[in-house]
């Protein structure tokens, strides 16, 4: 497991949803002392029920520590959620009560990407993102950011060998993979998306790499009706989980 590091956030509704899973993972907590607003003081208050100890400073401190960002009035030294490794991954496997549903990221590198990911893998109700360790994005401040929270509800997994892992996943814990294309002949909404699920979505522009390809028990892509060719790999993603969603569901 990689190492927790921290970051600098601002704003109300960041700072609110660090607080909101948890104050042990904030560091320290600046207000501007001379700014009234309601929301900033019911925030003030919910920290201080939470144990914190939040420190009135001017507004140029405030500045000082974020630069050129509208942080309404607050900032806070927020610990990162830190990424897990595959013995973390076969240990969740191992404590669930129902089939599982992982989401993995073949090699996506945008950070904006990630986080949204993570937002819908939340929504959606997945077990685990996986992704691979080396050219693709990680838990970024970034990431964090966008993910509004998820990062640190949703397991986030950084495995050595994709390929590998998800051949483990199928022989180990009887997972279907199902992987998405643009050129095969199965639509998202003829598959079966019931049972223990790993949802393989590409990276942006190349799609998935070929070892993955050929891990995938099934392919299937997203029907277009317009003039563009594909979804960003976030929206894809949020198309697939909520069709495994509605199927599950039902």
Avoid at 26 to 35: E, N, P, S, T, V
Avoid at 77 to 92: C, F
Avoid at 211 to 224: A, F, G, I, K, S
């Amino acid at each position: 497991m990689s190492d927790d590091v921290s970051r600098l956030i601002g704003g109300i509704h960041s700072v609110r949803s660090a607080l909101r899973h948890g104050a042990a993972g904030i560091d320290a907590l600046w207000y501007d002392k001379g700014r009234k607003d309601k929301r900033l003081g019911q925030l003030l208050s919910d920290a201080r029920k939470a144990g914190l100890k939040p420190q009135g400073v001017d507004k140029a401190e405030l500045e000082r520590l974020l630069p050129g960002a509208n942080h309404q009035g607050i900032v806070a030294s927020s610990v990162l959620p830190a990424s897990r490794g595959e013995t973390a991954l076969d240990d969740l496997l191992t404590g669930l009560d129902r089939p599982p549903l992982l989401l993995v990221l073949d090699g996506v590198t945008d950070p904006h990407n990630l986080g949204a990911c993570l937002r819908s893998a939340d929504g959606a109700g997945v077990d685990a993102v996986i992704a691979p360790k080396d050219r693709a994005a990680g838990l970024t401040p970034t990431a964090c950011k966008v993910a509004c929270g998820a990062a640190e509800s949703v397991p986030f997994i950084q495995v050595t060998n994709l390929a590998r892992t998800l051949k483990h996943l199928r022989d180990g814990y009887g997972i279907w993979t199902v992987g998405t294309a643009g050129e095969v002949d199965t639509s998202l909404y003829q598959a079966n998306l019931k049972g223990p699920l790993a949802l393989v979505m590409g990276a942006e522009e190349k799609g998935m790499r070929r070892l993955t390809r050929e891990q995938c028990d099934q392919l299937v892509y997203l029907p277009m009706a317009g003039s563009v060719e594909s979804l960003n790999v976030s929206v894809a993603t949020g198309v697939c989980l909520y069709e495994a969603v509605r199927q599950r569901l039902g």
